[in-house]
């Protein structure tokens, strides 16, 4: 059976419903970020670590935060966490990383190449996407 495409707002949704029943209960925060065109680079990443720094004063330990994403997404929780490094701050307890898109060109490289019929983005969408 297919499986329904739901609108954004509901996926997200979902996913912390779901990734909070596996993981017994913990809370999930998702965040609306800032996306180009309107707001370009570093807008994403500056509103990234502005809500890193707001649960860390509503008590969050570090320790016991981790940082998801999905697709660009991904690489904005992956961006976090080097932005995080380099500055010296406390790190998260962990990452979870569900294609992030960290290889932004070409799409002819060997790992996108190879991967290709295990990836969960069917081919018809990722043709779209080739330059």
Same mark, same amino acid.
């Given at each position: 059976? &297919?499986?329904? !495409?739901? %609108?954004?707002?509901?996926?997200?949704?979902?996913?912390?419903?779901?990734?909070?029943?596996?993981?017994?209960?913990?809370?999930? =925060?998702?965040?609306?970020?800032?996306?180009?065109?309107? @707001?370009?680079? &570093?807008?994403?990443? #500056?509103? @990234?670590?502005? *809500?890193?720094? /707001?649960? $860390?004063?509503?008590?969050?330990?570090?320790?016991?935060?981790?940082?998801?994403?999905?697709?660009?997404?991904?690489?904005? +929780?992956? +961006?976090?966490?080097?932005?995080?490094?380099? !500055?010296?701050? #406390?790190? %998260? +307890?962990? +990452?979870?990383?569900?294609?992030? /898109? *960290? #290889?932004?060109?070409? =799409?002819?490289?060997?790992? /996108?190449?190879?991967?290709? @019929?295990?990836?969960? !983005?069917?081919?018809? !969408? $990722?043709?779209? =996407?080739? *330059?």
């Amino acid at each position: 059976m &297919p499986m329904p !495409i739901l %609108p954004p707002d509901l996926m997200v949704r979902d996913v912390c419903e779901g990734n909070v029943k596996a993981l017994g209960g913990c809370r999930c =925060f998702s965040v609306d970020y800032p996306k180009p065109p309107q @707001a370009p680079y &570093p807008a994403a990443l #500056e509103n @990234a670590l502005e *809500v890193w720094q /707001w649960l $860390r004063d509503q008590g969050l330990k570090a320790k016991d935060v981790v940082v998801s994403g999905d697709s660009a997404g991904g690489n904005l +929780a992956l +961006a976090l966490l080097l932005k995080l490094q380099a !500055i010296g701050a #406390e790190m %998260p +307890a962990g +990452a979870v990383l569900l294609s992030p /898109w *960290v #290889e932004m060109l070409p =799409f002819n490289s060997k790992s /996108w190449t190879h991967n290709a @019929a295990y990836d969960y !983005i069917g081919t018809s !969408i $990722r043709l779209g =996407f080739r *330059v």
